[in-house]
């Protein structure tokens, strides 16, 4: 980012935040207190002041762009009344007809062993669930040696090799890269190969980085093949954003008033041509694999769009993704599960789906699990981390 860039958007320059004379003193809160509230109230009326131009500019600008370019022909501002609200809770949510998955990801790592444990779990409001686990173990060395100095040797060489330092390294077997990525893989065969719901519904992107990075063969393999089925030939999915990176899109959003939904472009705004080369050009393996990428990221991007929903005024607006063919159906579903909790505005099936994740694959009881094993085979500190160990 350029200087001038970061001093308009800090409102002051990067100079006066590094020069140490400039901070005040972290026992006084109270001046901190007001600035925070004036910066609060200033961003908020200039969020009212503009709300009504920019839907003026949008809404002009989603209609004449509608089925040219990368604009989706879909593409417009949409809304619902309570009467469609009450209708999706009858047809699709309450009868069983939707579900919703989510995983997690919790590693243990020390220099003899690594676990990853992978949870994931389906829900839907039938009260019908479903949860399934995997653990990987890391080990450097599985070899059995008759003479401890020989076993010593391969031991180092083995570690010397490894580059301990990045654990985002793909040629680690048990890397946070990895992990994550057999999640998002498990999260979506899930939902095509265990559900049976006619509607899916996911967390996060439909098509996420890390599932298309160059971990191993096998992974990318299923991963474009439960891809291209879940969103290619089922179609019936919908995907809920936490924290979007896009802020036209989460702009666009605030200016919507309750019940409406836009939908605003498709993934080819971000597949583009060059993005595509980008990450085939990242993918190792057989050309054959980096040709099966781009194909799928060809055909993919111009079947999936992308809108923003809001459900009341006082909660955020949320974005949302969908096969272009169900798009309507997919925004009425979430806004119609996002009312169950207004203050939030998100779909409560994924929370609760996070919450049965997390309670079912709980972090305390996974790192007790690995603490005892420790202790039983007399090492019950010795190779534990050192926040592992810290108070809290």
Sequence with gaps: MEEESLTATLGEPLDSVLDLTSWRDGRDQSVLYEQLRTVVAESVAQSERTRQPIRDIVVKRLRAS?????????????????????????????????????????????????????????????GGTGSWVQRLYRRDLRETYEDPVEEAIALLERRSR?????????????????RRGLMEYAERAILLHRSTAPWRIGHGHPVTTTILLPTTRSLFLAS??????????????LYVASSPADRLARTIGDSLYPLEYAVIGSLADSFNDHHIDSLTSKSTGHPQERIALRQFLVDVRTEIVYGVYRVTDYSPAQVFYAHKDHVHTAASLAMADSVLQPHRGFPMLIDLADLVCRTTFDGGSFAGLVHSAYAAAGAPVRYLGERETRSR
């Design 66 to 126: 509608a089925g040219t370019g990368t604009s989706p022909k879909e593409a417009g501002l949409y809304s619902l009344n309570p009467g469609d609200i009450a209708e999706v809770h009858r047809q699709l949510l309450f009868n069983g007809a939707a579900e919703a998955c989510d995983g997690t990801v919790i590693a243990h790592d020390s220099l003899l062993l690594t676990v990853a444990q992978i949870g994931v779990a389906l829900v839907a409001y039938q």
């Design 224 to 237: 474009l093949d439960v891809l291209r089925g879940l969103l290619l030939d089922h179609k019936k999915f």
């Design 162 to 178: 490894s580059d301990s330092a990045d654990a985002d390294d793909t040629r680690d077997p048990v890397s946070r890269l990895l």
